[in-house]
Nanobody, 120 residues
């Protein structure tokens, strides 16, 4: 299973970016999909999660600014980020909870990360 994240970059404060993550490989099913981030010197933190039925969960500081969505057929999860702030600067990682086969255990898979830099 591979996760390919894209869409990061440099943006001014108040601007927007859209991150996308594509899951590929031998995947039987995906339950939760989500985005995490890690700023320099800080621990990785949850940004947003979305369940297979579309139920979402956001970190408090992202509510109202970020929107997570998924396309189950394409095995993608996107993160629309609006009203970006300098403190949103971090490496953003996508993560999925998936089974490779019907009998396999569900496990986590992480993408390689994409840099988001917000200038003031």
């Amino acid at each position: 299973v591979q996760l390919q994240a894209s869409g990061g970059g440099l943006v001014q404060a108040g601007g927007s970016l859209r991150l996308s993550c594509l899951a590929s490989g031998n995947i039987f099913s995906i339950s939760d999909m989500g985005w995490y981030r890690q700023a320099p010197g800080k621990q990785r933190e949850k940004v947003a999660l979305i369940g297979s039925g579309g139920l979402t969960d956001y970190a408090d500081s992202m509510k109202g600014r970020f929107t997570i969505s998924r396309d189950n057929a394409k095995k993608t999860v996107d993160l629309q980020m609006n009203s970006l702030k300098p403190e949103d600067t971090a490496v953003y990682y996508c993560k999925i909870q998936a089974r490779r086969t019907m009998l396999a255990s569900s496990r986590e898979y992480w993408g390689q990360g994409t840099q988001v830099t917000v200038s003031s």
